[in-house]
């Protein structure tokens, strides 16, 4: 009993501080001392690390390697490029812009992670509203909205969320199988969320904006040959994702892979002899000051090196590698001192009351936990509970992807149910945009719930029908 409650001590401090995010506290070390707290107090064991290790090594891997193409890609102008391209189908029409955004958001979170699709998007889409003069309340609709739809569109795929491959890890669910599943019941997440944004933001949305006032999208790419080289590189995962359940390769290798070629692209040396080959440079002198023309290189010289490689290595979420062992050690604690029954216990009430009962049950059960506390402990503590609970066959499969729905989707309905939310509202402040997080709760739970409900529903019907 005493240890019980030195574990859940141990798992609120901890929780606490990663959220509260202290000045020179990264998450990463503070989930290592709340760790080595574990261990110390024998709320864990040394045996138990090789455990967690083996949980989390490939998710946190994938995840930081699909984030590191995404950042190097966003280095070349590949998101603006694409959001340009976006906006200038929307063809002046304001309410198609707002749906090709969502959408656009969508693809990202599936492919880049939603972490990829929040952090990476918004800025771009801030740019854009700025450009078109968009009225204050119909940008602020824009941007809750691509800040949502990076979470609500983060099913499809294991690789489009990090909870996601947790989960999929520990229930040892390849990629195809997963996708077989999610990728139907993420098209309802997506539809059921851009019905819900509009009806919510709807009447904010300008009928009409000026197209012209937008760049063009090929003045986006800062570096051709990494923007090139991306496409490559993206269909090459899409495949290596869908043979390693086969050859028995982890999704970390396949995203490393790709992850390595896209930064030796990007840090490639300017390609110095090709460049002696074509016309001499011309000299330019404005203002006094000499400049050298690259006009004078000939077409097609493969540009030199313009993204900051390393720095954008250094701003790999590195720190969740860290955050994820530690944090998960805390919560593997949880289990070792019984507190994880009883959550296993409730889904087996569930259980007993059908396929959409347990969906529901499980899901918005799972939804609240991620709210209150987080999604990143909260996927590995019900992944621990269904794998104690007394459920088998069709159940036991609603309630695991139930968890992925709930971790995903849940964090939508306040500000601290996921870093990436955190992370999100941070950069938005640096543009100058403040959303409280009453404001935010306020929409969070208007938009997240009928969201989830449809979604979970969704899951219980597809899995009976397949099965």
Known sequence: MVLAVIAAAIFVATLVVVIW?????????????????????????????????????????????????????????????????????GRGNGRLLFVLIVGLGAVIAAVFANDGAALILTPIVVGMLRALKMPQKAALGFILATGFIADTGS?????????????????????AEYAAVMIPVGIVSVLASLGMLLAYFGRSIPKRYDVLALTRPADAVKDRATFRAGWVVLA??????????????????????????????????????????QAAPVLVTTGGTATVSAAGCGAGAPSGRVIPVWKTIREAPWQIVLFSIGMYLVVYG?????????????????????VLVTALGVGFTIAILASLMNNMPTVLIAALAIGGAGATGLTHEVMVYANVIGSDLGPKITPIGSLATLLWLHVLEKKGIHIGWGQYFRTGIVLTVPVLAVTLAALAGWLTLIH
């Open 21 to 89: 995010q202290p000045k020179g506290f990264p998450i990463g070390y503070t989930a290592l001392i709340g760790a080595v707290i574990a261990l110390a107090t024998t709320v864990v064991g040394l045996s138990d690390i090789p455990t967690v290790v083996g949980i989390v090594w490939n998710a946190t891997l994938t995840f930081v390697a699909v984030v590191l193409i995404s950042l190097i890609l966003d280095e070349a102008g590949f998101f603006e490029w694409a959001a340009l391209h976006v906006a200038r189908w």
């Open 155 to 175: 099913l499809p795929l294991v690789v489009s969320n990090l909870v996601n491959i947790v989960s999929a890890d520990y229930f040892h669910l390849g990629f």
């Open 236 to 277: 090459l995962l899409l495949v290596g994702y869908f043979a390693a359940d086969p050859i028995g390769a982890p999704l970390a290798a396949v995203a490393g892979v790709g992850a390595v070629v896209i930064v030796l692209v990007a840090a490639r040396q300017p390609a110095f002899l090709f460049a002696r080959a």
């Open 334 to 354: 949880l289990q070792n001192q019984g507190l994880t029954d009883h959550l296993a216990s409730l889904f087996d009430v569930f259980g007993d009351h059908g």
